[in-house]
C-alpha cells in the first residue's frame, strides 16, 4: 500500500519559504575547507547545523578528528552525528552529507556574491553550496520538520553523518566510519547519500556505480637546479622533452589508453547491461552543453555513457616544476613532475593497473636512452564502486521518485568518485544508494554554483518520501 | 709600443677598498626592474650612478623612456647617459651596462643578505647585482677614478648608456639607442659592453657571437570549461593529450631536432672553425659542474661548444593552464598553451625557421586527427650575432687581457643572447664587443650570486688597460 504523504508534501510546499531561508542562512557561512584562514569558519557551520538539528529534537554530537595531517596546527573540523528517533519497530537509514564548501569569490567571476543566497526569476538559487552539498543535507532536516508540523509520524530512525572536510579529500572520515560501523552507525540498515547530480535537467536518477581513479606521478630529473636555455641547450639532456615524449605515449586523441593489459583488465560488457543505455534519458546535445563545445570522442549516446561509467580513461592533468605562466621564459627545468591518472572499472584491481602502468613507463622511458632520472609512483588510489539496484534500498528510492516526480528514474553510474561511498559500504556491509537533489547544470566546483528551488523544495519531498517507502518496503520484505 | 700602465694598475690597487664600498652602496639599492614595487629603488640606483658619474666630471643626463607599456601607470626607469672626455684627437668609445638586477630574497635560499655585500674568506662578495651588472658598470666609474687619483691622461672619450630594465626585456631601450645612435652616440668608433662570463673560472675570454632565440606557444583549446576527468575523460578529445604528443615529436633526448629544413640551414662547419675549439680552456668536468650532473649529450668538449655556439637548439620550456601545482588535482584542462623555442645560429634566418616549425606542427596536429583548436604562434624573436674578432677593437682587448692576466684571452661565443648587442651594431655600424668581467660560476640569475674580489679588481684594470690599448690602436691604425 502506497504511503499517505499527501499531508507531508503539502507542509512541504507550506513551509518552502521559511526552507529557502534556512538555506540562506547556509550559505552565508564560508566553511571553505581548503582554505585554512576559513576553519573557524567550517567549525562554526559545523556548530549552526548540531543547533538546528537540536532544536528539531535530534541528538547530537561533534565528534573531534584531531589535528590535520600535515598541518598539525590546525583541527580538523568536527563531524556532526545525529540520531533523530529511536523506535526499535522502525528501520533504520543512515545518511551521508558534508557541510563545507569550495572555494569562491567573485573575483573568480561570479556574477552574484557567491556567500549570498540569490534566487533569479526563473528559481535558480546561485551561492556556493546550494547544491554541494549544504541543499540535500538541509533537505533531510527540512524533511524532519515538514513531518512535525504536519503531525506526521516520521517513518524510520535517521541515523546522520554529516562532515567538515569532504572538499579537502574528507581527511580523517574513512577511519571515523570505520570506527563506528558497529557503534554508533550498527543499527543501520542502508545507506543514503545525496551528494551526486541528476544526468541531465529533467529526469531524476538512482545511482548505483562510480569510477575509481588510480593517479600517478611521472617525474624525471638531471640537472642539478633550473639551466639557462640559451647557455645550456644542445649540451644537456632535458628533463621536460623525456617527459612530453612518455606522456605522449600513454593515450591517443579518441581516448585509446596505449599501456598493453589495461583493456583486458575490464569486465566484458554483457547484452543485458547493453541494453540498458539505449532508454537513459540523456542526448549528445546534453554533452555538447556541458562540454561547451563538440569536441567529443563517441558519435552516439550509448558510446559516451559507456565510456564514462564503464570503460576506463587516462587524463593528463599537468607537469609541476615547468614554466607555467603566461608569457616567456627561457628555462630548461630541472625536475619536472607530469601527473596523469586512469579512472578505473569493474574488474580492475588497482594494483593490477600500477604494475602494468609502472611496466609501460619503464619501457618508454628506457626507449629514449636518456641520462636523466625518472621515477613514476602512484599518488594514491580510490576503488570503483557498483551496488545492486535490485535492492529494497534503490526499489523504495524509485517509487518515491515516481511519486514526486512522476517518472521511473534513471538507473545511472558516475564517472568520477565519491571514495566514502566504498567506505560506508564495506564498514557497515549495508546497501549505499547515491539519491541526488540536483541537476547537471548546478556547476558545483565552479563559479555560479546554484540549486533550482524546485529540485530543493520537490527534493525534500523526495528524501521524506524515499523514508515512507523505506519503512514499506520494510513490511513487505 | 705599449701603454704605460703601472701606475694606473697600482693605483686600482691602492683604491681597491674604496671600490668594494662603492659596490657595497650600489649592491644596498635593490632594484629589482620585475618587481613593480620597487621600481622607486630601480629609479634610486639610477640617480645614485648619476650623483657618482657627475662626482667624477661626466656630464650625465637621466633620459626618460616614458611608461611601462602594458602598465602604463609605472614610468620606465631613466636611461643614464653620460661622457667622460671630449677630445676630438681621442677615440670614443661607447660602454654599455645596466643598473637594475634580477629579484631576490633570502627565503629564496641565500645563505647571506642578497642585498648586503658580504666578502667571504675566499675573496668572494656575494650580493645581487655584485656581478650582474653592478660590478661591471662600477668597473667603467673605478677606471676613470684610478686615472685621475693616479694623475693618469685618460686615453680617449668614454660615452656610457645604463640602462634599468635589462632583467625585463630591456623595455623601451632598443628605440632610444636607434634614436641616438646619430645624436648622443653618433662620436662612437666602437662598442664594448660588460655584461657577459667567463666561459670557465681561470681564464678570461673575448666574445663575438652570441645565438639568437625564436620563442614559440602552441595553444590548443576544446572544451569550453575545465573539465573533471571523473565526469568528462573517456568522452572528450583532451588538449594535453593533443599537445604533449605534439611536444613529443619537435626534439629527441640527444637533442636532434626534429623539424625537417631545420638542419639545412646552418652554416656548414668549415675546417678552420673546427680547428678552434681544441684550444679553449674548457673541460666535460667544467660542464658537469655547472649543469650539477653528467647528464649532457656529447661526450667531449668539442662537440659540446659547438653545440652551445654554433648549433641551433630546441627547449621545451613549460605549459600554461594544466595543472602546475604539487599535489593531485583531476582536472581536464580546457586550453593549454605549451612554450618552447629553438636557439639560432648562422645563417638562419627567423622567418625561414618559423615556416618550418608552423609546417611542422601543422602537419603533426593534423596526424593527431583531433576536433580540438591547434594555434602556434611565434612570441618573440632575437637575431643571432657574430662579430668580427679580427677588428682592433677586439685585438686591443686581447692586449689589455695578455697585459692584466698574463694570457691570451679565449675568444668564445655563446649559447644564450643578449639583443642589445645587436641593436648596437646595427644602429651605429661599429664593431661590438663583449668583454666580460666575472666568471662561470658567478650564478648571475640564482641565489647567492657572487663576484669575486680577483675578478672585480683586476676587471677594473682590465677595463682601464683595454681603453689604452683602443688609443693606442688607433695610432696604428
Redesign the interface.
Known amino acids: 500500500m502506497a504511503p499517505q504523504l499527501d499531508g507531508f508534501f503539502k507542509q512541504v510546499d507550506d513551509l518552502s519559504g521559511h526552507f529557502i531561508e534556512r538555506l540562506r542562512k547556509a550559505v552565508a557561512i564560508p566553511s571553505i575547507s581548503a582554505d585554512d584562514e576559513r576553519r573557524p569558519d567550517v567549525v562554526r557551520m559545523g556548530q549552526w547545523l548540531a543547533d538546528e538539528l537540536k532544536a528539531l529534537g535530534a541528538e547530537v554530537e561533534q565528534r573531534p578528528l584531531g589535528p590535520q595531517p600535515g598541518k598539525e596546527h590546525l583541527e580538523l573540523p568536527p563531524v556532526v552525528i545525529a540520531r533523530y528517533g529511536n523506535d526499535k519497530k522502525k528501520r533504520t537509514i543512515l545518511v551521508y552529507g558534508h557541510y563545507d564548501v569550495q572555494p569562491a569569490g567573485k573575483e573568480d567571476g561570479w556574477a552574484t556574491e557567491p556567500f549570498d543566497l540569490t534566487v533569479d526569476d526563473n528559481g535558480r538559487m546561485y551561492g556556493r553550496g546550494s547544491t554541494d552539498d549544504k541543499g540535500p543535507v538541509l533537505g533531510w532536516l527540512n524533511a524532519i520538520e515538514a513531518h512535525q508540523t504536519a503531525g506526521v509520524d516520521f517513518p524510520v530512525n535517521l541515523l546522520m553523518c554529516f562532515e567538515g572536510m569532504e572538499e579537502y579529500g574528507s581527511e580523517g572520515l574513512d577511519d571515523f566510519i570505520k570506527e563506528e560501523a558497529d557503534k554508533y552507525f550498527k543499527d543501520a540498515d542502508a545507506v543514503c547519500i545525496s551528494d551526486n547530480y541528476w544526468l541531465g535537467t529533467e529526469k531524476p536518477c538512482l545511482t548505483y556505480g562510480l569510477?575509481g581513479?588510480s593517479?600517478y606521478s611521472l617525474e624525471i630529473s638531471?640537472?642539478?637546479?633550473d639551466?639557462?636555455?640559451?647557455?645550456?641547450?644542445?649540451?644537456?639532456?632535458?628533463p621536460?622533452?623525456?617527459l612530453?615524449?612518455?606522456?605522449?605515449?600513454l593515450?591517443?586523441?579518441?581516448?585509446k589508453i596505449q599501456i598493453p593489459g589495461i583493456a583486458e583488465l575490464v569486465a566484458p560488457l554483457t547484452e543485458e547491461e547493453k541494453s540498458l543505455y539505449g532508454n537513459i534519458a540523456f542526448t549528445m546535445d546534453n554533452?555538447y552543453e556541458?562540454?561547451?563545445?563538440?569536441?567529443?570522442?563517441?558519435p552516439d549516446k550509448e558510446k559516451?555513457l559507456m565510456?564514462?561509467w564503464r570503460?576506463?580513461?587516462?587524463?593528463?592533468?599537468?607537469?609541476?616544476g615547468?614554466?607555467?605562466?603566461?608569457?616567456?621564459?627561457?628555462?630548461?627545468?630541472?625536475k619536472v613532475i607530469g601527473?596523469f591518472?586512469i579512472?578505473t572499472v569493474p574488474d580492475m584491481q588497482p594494483e593490477d593497473v600500477d604494475r602494468l602502468v609502472f611496466k609501460y613507463v619503464d619501457e618508454q622511458i628506457k626507449k629514449?636512452?636518456?641520462?636523466?632520472t625518472a621515477k613514476c609512483t602512484l599518488?594514491?588510489a580510490g576503488m570503483w564502486w557498483v551496488a545492486s539496484p535490485k535492492h529494497w534500498n534503490f526499489t523504495a528510492a524509485g517509487k518515491a521518485v515516481e511519486r514526486v516526480w512522476g517518472v521511473k528514474p534513471d538507473l545511472t553510474r558516475?564517472?568520477?568518485?565519491i571514495p566514502v561511498t566504498l567506505t560506508f559500504e564495506q564498514a557497515t556491509g549495508k546497501n549505499v544508494l547515491l539519491l541526488p537533489m540536483g541537476s547537471s547544470t548546478d556547476a558545483a566546483?565552479?563559479i555560479n554554483e546554484k540549486l533550482d528551488r524546485r529540485n530543493y523544495i520537490e527534493g525534500i519531498k523526495l528524501l521524506g518520501a524515499y523514508l515512507h517507502y523505506v519503512a514499506e518496503e520494510e513490511m513487505i520484505n
Chains 1, 2 share one sequence.
Open positions: 569510477r581513479c593517479y638531471g640537472p642539478g637546479q639551466l639557462h636555455s640559451g647557455v645550456f641547450g644542445g649540451t644537456a639532456q632535458e621536460m622533452t623525456d612530453v615524449r612518455v606522456l605522449g605515449t593515450v591517443d586523441t579518441n581516448g554533452l556541458s562540454l561547451g563545445s563538440q569536441t567529443s570522442i563517441h559516451t565510456a564514462r570503460y576506463p580513461s587516462l587524463s593528463i592533468h599537468g607537469i609541476e615547468a614554466f607555467s605562466q603566461p608569457g616567456a621564459k627561457t628555462v630548461i627545468p630541472a601527473k591518472s579512472r629514449l636512452g636518456s641520462k636523466n599518488q594514491h558516475e564517472g568520477g568518485s566546483h565552479s
